[in-house]
T-cell receptor, first 113, second 117 residues
Framework: DQQVKQNSPSLSVQEGRISILNCDYTNSMFDYFLWYKKYPAEGPTFLISISSIKDKNEDGRFTVFLNKSAKHLSLHIVPSQPGDSAVYFCAASATGTASKLTFGTGTRLQVTL | NAGVMQNPRHLVRRRGQEARLRCSPMKGHSHVYWYRQLPEEGLKFMVYLQKENIIDESGMPKERFSAEFPKEGPSILRIQQVVRGDSAAYFC???????????????FGAGTRLSVL
């Protein structure tokens, strides 16, 4: 039962353009969402998060949008840089569930020159 | 301020041996989480611990796996009698806060890659 889904396994974007990574969830109890970035042979690195009381959170080049009615969130990276090439994981948690994170399967982003 | 430290980075075991994975949380963090990542999959929650207490072990296999976070020292994930299906990357994360708080950002270590021959 995949409660957090990232339906695009990979995405290729030109340097300087916008990267849009998508994530869908099925559990309506999720109220906090996070994006992590992961390089090979390293652990996930926290990027940005959003609470369900908001619909947008911005941090520099990274913006996360949350559409609760559609149970959908997206991560926008603009402008994309070659160093952004990595696997991006969407994760969700629900208050009262011991704060465990439920992860999607990841999207591999490649930013080309 | 050192991040989450995991060791060893790579561990090779033969079937039937024991594997011990260690995790030292970030300074000031008293909440530790273990996740497992199989190839081409996302991370799957295994267990959540605070000092000397297991808070949630709903993701742990019922047999052969155990975890502890003693008052002194690192958290240990122990796998007894390993099988080939245990081969995976095991990640530890820590956070300064725990349950029922919205802004629970978990910070991850670099992982231990377990290979069972």
């Amino acid at each position: 039962d995949q409660q957090v889904k990232q339906n695009s396994p990979s995405l290729s974007v030109q340097e300087g353009r916008i990267s849009i990574l998508n994530c869908d969830y099925t559990n309506s109890m999720f109220d906090y969402f996070l994006w992590y970035k992961k390089y090979p042979a390293e652990g996930p690195t926290f990027l940005i998060s959003i609470s369900s009381i908001k619909d947008k959170n911005e941090d520099g080049r990274f913006t996360v949008f949350l559409n609760k009615s559609a149970k959908h969130l997206s991560l926008h990276i603009v402008p994309s840089q070659p160093g952004d090439s990595a696997v991006y994981f969407c994760a969700a948690s629900a208050t009262g569930t011991a704060s465990k994170l439920t992860f999607g399967t990841g999207t591999r982003l490649q930013v080309t020159l | 301020n050192a991040g989450v430290m995991q060791n060893p980075r790579h561990l090779v075991r033969r079937r039937g041996q024991e594997a011990r994975l260690r995790c030292s949380p970030m300074k000031g963090h008293s909440h530790v989480y273990w996740y497992r990542q199989l190839p081409e999959e996302g991370l799957k929650f295994m267990v959540y611990l605070q000092k000397e207490n297991i808070i949630d072990e709903s993701g742990m296999p019922k047999e052969r796996f155990s975890a502890e976070f003693p008052k002194e020292g690192p958290s240990i994930l122990r796998i007894q009698q390993v099988v080939r299906g245990d081969s995976a990357a095991y990640f530890c994360a820590s956070s300064p806060t725990g349950t029922n708080l919205a802004k629970n950002i978990q910070y991850f270590g670099a992982g231990t890659r377990l290979s069972v021959l």
